[in-house]
């Protein structure tokens, strides 16, 4: 089994930009599909973006769209995520997490593996 652990969170200002690493240690990285996910105080884990095995198709949240890019490189067992013009709604803890089924998994359901988050403030 992959076990994801992030990297990359801090404190930023508004407009600025983060880039969030995972790095997925054990199993066989390119089986699966990887996801970003984050949870803000009081809210419930929301779905940011993901990516298919091979990283070709990526989706992600409205709330995100145009400002994310998600991505991965199969040689390092590594998923990352940008997020640029970033906004105070965009604080909370990010997950990174593997899913071995679904092709196009958008749902914390259909994830396997998590890592412990890492978390994100944005300052107004």
């Known amino acids: 089994q992959v076990q994801p652990v992030e990297s990359g969170g801090g404190l930023v200002q508004a407009g600025g930009s983060l880039r969030l690493s995972c790095a997925a240690s054990?199993?066989?990285?390119?089986?699966?599909?990887m996801g970003w996910f984050r949870q803000a105080p009081g809210k419930e884990r929301e779905f940011v973006a993901r990516?298919?095995?091979?990283?070709?198709?990526?989706r992600y949240a409205d709330s995100v769209k145009g400002r994310a890019t998600i991505a991965r490189d199969n040689t390092k067992n590594t998923v990352y995520l940008q997020i640029d013009s970033l906004k105070p709604e965009d604080t909370g803890v990010y997950y990174c997490?593997?899913?071995?089924?679904?092709?196009?998994?958008?749902?914390?359901?259909?994830?396997?593996?998590w890592g412990q988050g890492t978390q994100v403030t944005v300052s107004s």
């Open positions: 990516i298919t095995r091979n990283g070709i198709t990526t």
């Open positions: 997490a593997a899913g071995r089924v679904s092709v196009y998994p958008t749902s914390t359901g259909e994830y396997d593996y």
């Open positions: 054990g199993g066989t990285f390119s089986s699966y599909a």
